[in-house]
Nanobody
Framework: QVQLVESGGGLVQAGGSLRLSCAASGSILRVNVMNWHRQAPGKQRELVAVITSGDSTNYADSVKGRFTISRDNAKNTVYLQMNSLKPEDTAVYYC????????????????WGQGTQVTVSS
């Protein structure tokens, strides 16, 4: 059983910062690509940031220069540092990871966290 658990969401004023964390646990052999998505009310889920196992990163245009994705492979954890937050960043943020693990069935799968709410007030 593999789980992704997010933390760090909350309420912040515009211009403020938050740091999200997502820890993967279970019988993990390798964590491959990790990324953050978000879903605002009434909108489709969108990709925010990606980090590969080699630490290459990519960002949505809407967050470039404000958000930074990073990872700690020893802890199987991915982070999202969010600075200069705007009201339009308000959403539920989801962690997603491609993980190879000792599980019943295919060992390499895609997993989602439960989501953490980020609310930015104006």
């Amino acid at each position: 059983q593999v789980q992704l658990v997010e933390s760090g969401g909350g309420l912040v004023q515009a211009g403020g910062s938050l740091r999200l964390s997502c820890a993967a646990s279970g019988s993990i052999l390798r964590v491959n690509v990790m990324n953050w998505h978000r879903q605002a009310p009434g909108k489709q889920r969108e990709l925010v940031a990606v980090i590969t196992s080699g630490d290459s990163t990519n960002y949505a245009d809407s967050v470039k220069g404000r958000f930074t994705i990073s990872r700690d492979n020893a802890k199987n954890t991915v982070y999202l540092q969010m600075n200069s937050l705007k009201p339009e960043d308000t959403a539920v943020y989801y962690c997603n990871a491609d993980i190879t693990a000792v599980v019943a069935g295919p060992p390499r799968r895609n997993y989602w966290g439960q989501g953490t709410q980020v609310t930015v007030s104006s």
